[in-house]
C-alpha cells in the first residue's frame, strides 16, 4: 500500500485527538465484542493503537502492525500492557511467524488500499495467519454515502484551528484538511477508496468466508448507511 501520510503530516500527529474528536470507536469497539476476544489478536493498521490496547486484557497475545512508522512510535509511546507488540507493517504484503484467533481492521482503514486487487491482497494475508473459525473484523465505507452534498466542519485541537471537508470523488472519497498553526494554512488531502456489495463478496469467496454484516446505524445486511461493519469467519 502506499503511504496514506505525507511527511511531517499534522494529522498523523493529532491522530490520536482526532479520532477521540469522531467518537466512532465506541460503536466499533461494541461491534467488536458482538464475538468474544480471546486467544492471540493482530491488529492491522492499527494506528496509534486504541483497539490494540482495547484488546489486550481479553488476550494472551495481541499484534499491532501499521504502514506508519510515527503512528506505531506513537502507539508505543501509549502502551504499557506486557502482551502487545508492534511492527511496521503493510498490512497487504505482512508476513507474521503466528496465527490468530481474531484480526481487526478498524476505522475503515481496508478504504485505504487503492484497488479491489490490493484489497484482495490484504484478504489473502490476513486468511492465512487467522486460525480455522476465526474471525475478521472490519469497518468500510458504504460506496453511496456522500452521494447528494459534501460535508464540512471546522474546530480546534490541540489548540490548532483547522478546517475539514469531505467530498465524494467518483468512487473515492476526499479528505481535506487545513491546519492553522502559521501564518499560512498547512494543506492534507487523503483519499479512500470506496467498494460495493459486489466487490466485498468477490474478496471473500464464500467458499473461504462466512460474512456477518450489520450497518453503522444497526440494521443487518448489506443496507444504506455511513458505514459497513463485517465479521467474516474464516470456514476452512
Known amino acids: ?13 493529532l491522530y490520536e485527538s482526532w479520532m477521540s474528536e469522531s467518537g466512532s470507536s465506541e460503536d466499533l469497539w461494541s461491534f467488536i465484542t458482538q464475538i468474544p476476544l480471546h486467544g492471540n489478536i493482530l491488529d492491522c493498521g492499527c494506528g496509534s493503537g486504541t483497539f ?3 484488546c489486550a486484557p481479553f488476550a494472551n497475545h495481541v499484534v499491532g502492525i501499521d504502514l506508519s512508522s510515527t503512528m506505531i512510535h506513537h502507539a508505543l509511546m501509549m502502551t504499557h500492557d ?3 507488540e508492534y511492527h511496521v507493517m503493510d498490512m497487504s504484503q505482512f508476513s507474521l511467524p503466528m496465527v490468530f484467533d481474531r484480526v481487526l481492521a478498524m476505522n475503515d482503514v481496508l478504504n485505504f488500499c487503492t484497488s479491489l486487487s490490493q484489497f ?12 480455522v473459525d476465526g474471525v475478521f473484523t ?8 456522500m452521494d447528494e452534498a459534501g460535508y464540512s466542519e471546522s474546530g480546534v485541537l490541540e489548540n490548532i ?9 467518483e468512487q473515492k472519497l476526499r479528505h481535506t484538511f487545513l491546519w492553522y498553526e502559521s501564518d499560512y494554512p498547512t494543506l492534507e ?3 479512500q477508496s470506496l467498494f460495493t456489495e459486489a466487490d466485498i463478496r468477490a474478496v471473500f469467496n464464500e467458499s473461504l468466508w462466512e460474512l456477518s ?14 458505514k459497513w461493519m463485517i465479521h467474516a469467519r474464516r470456514k476452512v
Open 161 to 169: 484551528e483547522y478546517e475539514y471537508i469531505l467530498e465524494k470523488d
Open 189 to 191: 488531502v487523503i483519499f
Open 1 to 13: 500500500m502506499g503511504r496514506v501520510f505525507k511527511e511531517n503530516s499534522v494529522l498523523e500527529r
Open 120 to 131: 484482495q491482497d490484504v484478504v489473502n494475508h490476513v486468511y492465512q495467519h487467522l486460525k
Open 213 to 226: 454484516v450489520e450497518t453503522d446505524d444497526g440494521n443487518v445486511g448489506f443496507q444504506p448507511c455511513e
Open 138 to 145: 472490519f469497518d468500510v465505507h458504504h460506496p453511496d454515502r
Open 82 to 84: 506486557p502482551n502487545i
Open 52 to 54: 490494540t490496547r482495547l
